[in-house]
């Protein structure tokens, strides 16, 4: 239970949020199912607490960059159910134009740097975001997910020690869903308490639990004030699970239908719900109608994307690079 | 003869060579207890163990480099990538180590490594997972490139690949994992280097391998429904080249198209039009044209994916060209 008292407002935020990406990823698989959808679709149903306990606690100018698995983290960052939608559906008015894919959201005016297809590639990137911005003084922090799979790559330890060398305003989260894909951490390593690595190179490290808004929106606050004052990264490890399987092709034989069982006993949503309602910040009318009021959305998102037109095939030569080339033919 | 999948035949490959050399290991993500991510390696764990097939973590540049050390005293590593667009994260080991050892030592020290896994596109999976490296690995001194059509070949060039003393390069296709085709009863190798012709013809020669060799299937059918007789040729590997078969075709046909996955630039089918106009130049009637992916990334969007990927129709209206009709 969290020791700082967070506001009425900002439960009903967490609330909503949650709400609205789990609905907006049931929607998905479902649309999944129609061949709406193709390719990889990974859902972050589970993780959600990750993102939602985030977004109270950083400011308008910070910077969030993931990896695929990135429908969460553009909804928070306030990209629009329909422009989600659409791109899921590989349409023009998707958040990139139908040529990213549900891997590779991007919104550029959101400060969202993307989801990211190759593992750990993200990693760099962040820390390279997080340069400019002490270069330029914009004193703004960023925010690097990754999946405890990521952890694995060598870009991960390049990447920290020159983060910490150079105190870039950084924040390295790893949501640890305890897989990647079938492979359980236990499987790629001797040491299971991933916040240690960050240990190897003296930078600030915790175990957070992940499916507890609070407890993530503390670590986060407290990390991003590290950053802003120019004491350097954070490594943050969220201890969080996934509901479905790695992406839609995976069954999911690797774990017991009782360890899922326990982990959405603990759902992250269930649990702020218990607090607003103990708290008495909304009835649990008021709740049910904020809910409806995303399934509205979600509902809409998809007519939206239905309705929406695919690229058309000149779009393959554009923006691929800024100004005129000479392709070959 | 037998029916297998494309994926039994590789995996055949693999589990026949280690029957009898036990200094064969493989090695990747999820190739032991998932069964690898597509299968491939399905049962090998029960049959060979934990000491010879090995899970690792998301980490391409270590294992593969692992794989090189190893390969370097003495034990011969199958290296699985998920993807070849993963193996990029570990290519400095491909490229900088496995390729270079034996001539930098001045022959002390082999390199006897596989590196294997799926190329090119599978659907709508987007920029970074839609890539063909065949020609960046054929670039390289040092390495071979094997990009096997059909059941028959996979098993036999893989087995070839896996005895091999050098580095082999060996690109397979996740949309043909379960495409099913004839393999001989009993034990065979095929050698590295040397081209199929998979449809003698007399009008023009056609040239590709790996996956694409399915449209070029389809194109030489729709071409003979038209009257026109077209040599298809599959390379089989990337590095050798067969540059004699092709040329020999062109002898007899004087036209030449390439097909290929990858992109344009410095590309198999620059290579083939290359040494074709120095080999055959004489016996050209035409100038050779290629068929490829266009000179841009690839798309998520099912649109951009369908004006994307070359077609039956673009090879066969290449051959027009070449043939004037
Ligand atoms: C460099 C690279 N290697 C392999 C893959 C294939 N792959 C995609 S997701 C994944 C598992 C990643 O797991 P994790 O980092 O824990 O993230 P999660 O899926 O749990 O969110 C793998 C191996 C890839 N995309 N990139
Ligand atoms: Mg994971």
């Avoid at chain 1, 606050?221 to 992406?247: C, I, N, Q, V, W």
């Avoid at chain 2, 037998?2 to 490959?13: G, P």
């Amino acid at each position: 239970m969290s020791k700082v008292s967070h506001s009425k407002s900002t439960y009903l935020e967490w609330y909503r949020l949650m709400v609205l990406i789990r609905k907006f990823e049931l929607k998905s698989a479902q649309m999944y199912g129609q061949q709406k959808i193709r390719g990889f679709l990974h859902l972050y149903s589970g993780q959600e607490a990750v993102i939602a306990g985030t977004m109270s606690a950083i400011e308008k100018q910070d910077k969030l960059i993931t990896a695929y698995r990135d429908h969460g983290h553009a909804l928070a960052v306030g990209v629009s159910a329909n422009e989600c939608m659409a791109e899921l559906y590989g349409k023009a008015t998707g958040c990139t134009k139908g040529k990213g894919g549900s891997m590779h959201f991007f919104a550029a005016d959101k400060n969202y740097f993307g989801g990211h297809g190759i593992v750990g590639g993200q990693i760099p990137l962040g820390a390279g975001i997080a340069l400019a911005d002490k270069y330029q003084e914009n004193n703004a922090v960023t925010f690097c997910y990754m999946g405890d799979g990521a952890v694995r790559q060598g870009a991960l330890h390049e990447t920290f020690n020159m983060a910490m060398l150079w105190k870039l305003p950084v924040v390295f989260v790893v949501e640890n869903n305890q897989y990647a894909m079938g492979t359980s951490v236990e499987r790629t390593t001797n040491v299971l308490d991933l916040y240690k690595i960050g240990s190897a190179y003296e930078m600030p490290s915790e175990p957070i639990d992940g499916m507890d808004c609070e407890a993530v929106h503390e670590s986060i606050e407290k990390a991003a004030k590290r950053a802003r004052e120019g004491d350097g990264p954070t490594f943050l490890e969220m201890k969080t699970y996934r509901y479905r399987g790695h992406s839609m092709s995976d069954p999911g034989h690797y774990r017991t239908k009782e360890e899922l069982k326990s982990f959405r006993e603990d759902d992250p949503i269930g649990k702020v719900k218990v607090t607003i309602l103990k708290k008495k910040y909304a009835t649990e009318k008021e709740l049910t109608a904020l809910e409806n009021e995303q399934d509205k959305l979600v509902e809409e998102s998809v007519e939206f994307a239905e309705n929406s037109p695919y690229p058309s095939a000149d779009e393959l030569h554009k923006d691929v690079y800024v100004g005129d080339y000479p392709f070959l033919k | 003869m037998r029916t297998v999948q494309f994926r039994e035949a590789i995996r055949e490959a693999m589990q026949e060579e280690m029957r009898v050399d036990d200094s064969i290991i493989l090695m990747g993500e999820e190739v032991a207890e998932y069964n690898g991510a597509y299968k491939v390696s399905k049962g090998m764990l029960d049959e060979f163990g934990e000491k010879r097939i090995i899970d690792t973590p998301i980490s391409e540049l270590g294992f593969g480099g692992i794989g090189v050390g190893a390969a370097m005293n003495g034990l011969r590593p199958i290296i699985e990538y998920m993807t070849f667009n993963f193996s990029l994260v570990g290519i400095d080991q491909i490229i900088n180590n496995a390729a270079k050892m034996y001539s930098m030592s001045g022959g002390q020290i082999k390199v006897p490594i596989v590196f294997r896994g799926p190329t090119g596109s599978a659907g709508q999976l987007g920029a970074t997972h839609s890539q063909n490296f065949e020609n960046w690995f054929a670039n390289t001194p040092g390495l071979k490139v094997v990009v096997p059509s059909n059941c028959a070949d996979a098993k036999g060039l893989l087995k070839t690949a896996i005895r091999d003393d050098n580095p082999v390069i060996f690109m397979e296709s996740e949309q043909m994992y379960g495409m099913k085709g004839e393999i001989p009863e009993i034990e065979y190798t095929l050698p590295i280097g040397k081209a199929r012709i998979d449809q003698e013809g007399s009008d023009v020669t056609l040239v590709s391998f790996g996956k694409f060799m399915r449209i070029a299937e389809n194109a030489t059918k729709a071409l003979s429904e038209e009257g026109i007789s077209a040599e298809l040729i599959d390379l089989r590997s990337v590095r050798p080249i067969d540059y004699e078969a092709v040329a020999n075709s062109i002898k007899k046909t004087n036209r030449c198209v390439v097909l290929e996955e990858a992109w344009p630039l410095a590309s198999i089918s620059s290579e083939i039009a290359y040494m074709m106009q120095e080999m055959v130049f004489d016996y050209l009637d035409a100038p050779i044209k290629r068929v490829t992916s266009p000179d841009v990334p690839m798309a998520y969007a099912q649109t951009l994916v369908d004006a994307y990927l070359p077609d039956t129709k673009e090879v066969v209206e290449a051959v027009k060209t070449v043939l004037y009709s």
